[in-house]
């Protein structure tokens, strides 16, 4: 079982930036791939950013060249610089982490997920 702990969210004016964080309870080096995901009301939830276990990331087309995904092993945490934000960015945020136990299983584990809203 992984456990994944979400802070840094909140309120932000746009053009802003916040820095959400995922403290996992093992090595992220034990998952498959870790990312960050968002759902806004009324909204599919949808993948903003992920990172793999090789260090690989790859990004939504919508949040390209303004958020950053990365990692620190020593601390179990991932996190995801969020810059230049704007309102369509509001969304709860939710981190995940998968595993590949076996061939042709992939388990997905989720954070409570942490509100961001962009607001004047």
């Known amino acids: 079982q992984v456990q994944l702990v979400e802070s840094g969210g909140g309120l932000v004016q746009p053009g802003g930036s916040l820095r959400l964080s995922c403290t996992t309870s093992g090595s992220i080096f034990s998952n498959n791939a870790m990312g960050w995901y968002r759902q806004a009301p009324g909204k599919q939830r949808e993948l903003v950013a992920s990172?793999?276990?090789?260090?690989?990331?790859n990004y939504a087309d919508s949040v390209k060249g303004r958020f950053i995904i990365s990692a620190d092993n020593a601390k179990n945490t991932m996190y995801l610089q969020m810059n230049s934000l704007k309102p369509e960015d509001t969304a709860v945020y939710y981190c995940?982490?998968?595993?590949?136990?076996?061939?042709?299983?992939?388990?997905?584990?989720w954070g409570q997920g942490t509100q961001v809203t962009v607001s004047s």
């Open positions: 990172i793999s276990s090789g260090g690989g990331t």
């Open positions: 995940n982490a998968n595993r590949l136990p076996r061939p042709g299983v992939r388990v997905d584990y």
